[in-house]
């Protein structure tokens, strides 16, 4: 049996479930806040309709594998 996502990750399958993006689509709509502090970012993905929990789930997330890539 594989070992079960654990963390912000485990957020992923709901999050493209409920807004109907693929977590890559999110990431991409991200980059151009890149330089912005996480709250910031967290703003921006509310602002396009997702709840506070999943978009903190991926700034953390995108901050810790892509911001500045």
Do not use: C
Not at 10 to 37: C, M, N, Q, T, V
């Amino acid at each position: 049996m594989a070992d079960a996502t654990k963390g912000p990750k485990s957020y992923f399958p709901s999050i493209e479930a409920k807004y109907g993006r693929s977590i890559d689509e999110w990431i991409e709509l991200l980059r151009p806040h890149a330089g912005e502090k996480h709250m910031e970012q967290v703003a921006f993905l509310k602002e396009q309709g997702m709840g506070h929990g999943h978009a903190n789930a991926l700034v953390h997330v995108f901050r810790a594998e892509h911001d500045g890539a």
